[in-house]
């Protein structure tokens, strides 16, 4: 049964974007939202530049199926550096979270918007309460990104 994984990818500027491409010629989606971000100029004060960065730096969501993909597969994946453990094992993430993280304003990307009323991984999702919503939504909130991807990760292993 295929279900969304969270893995990291090696540090540099486009390891993320290598990883997605070799992901998707192995039929495995992959998924890093990102959202834009306003920062101050040098070289103009008081005027802003849009950047477009992660909004969980360092990770990535993968949804795929153990049974036909090894996961030894997918970290020898270029730009891959390794799936999330733990306790010691990859573990699922829960769908309700991937697809509010998908239906956010800020991070909203071309292959969620494909089969809007569709989507292959909501067979029997529990879905977010208030709360867990209000949670992501703080997540996003938050300016820094190495605060957003340790709270993010602190949120996921609270789900478990």
């Known amino acids: 049964m295929e279900r969304w994984y969270l893995a990291c990818h090696k540090a540099g500027k486009d390891n993320v974007f ?23 100029r040098s070289d103009r004060p008081g005027q802003f530049r ?34 999330v453990r733990f306790a010691g094992e990859i573990t699922p993430i829960r769908d309700a979270v991937v697809d509010d993280v ?16 569709k989507r292959r991984w909501d067979k029997g999702a529990t879905p977010l309460n208030q709360q867990q919503r209000q949670q992501i939504q703080a997540l996003v909130d938050t ?11 602190a949120f996921i292993e609270a789900l478990r």
Do not use: W
């Open 18 to 40: 290598k990883a997605q491409m070799t992901l998707e010629r192995m039929n495995i989606m992959a998924f890093s939202p990102v959202m834009r971000t306003y920062r101050p």
């Open 50 to 83: 849009p950047v477009i960065e992660q909004m969980f730096p360092g990770y990535f969501f993968v949804f795929f199926d153990t049974e036909i993909h090894h996961s030894s597969k997918i970290e020898l994946c270029p730009g891959v550096s390794h799936l």
């Open 102 to 117: 998908m239906q956010l304003p800020v991070c909203v990307q071309a292959f969620s918007r494909k089969n809007p009323g």
């Open 143 to 153: 300016n820094d990104g190495d605060t957003r991807s340790a709270l993010f990760f």
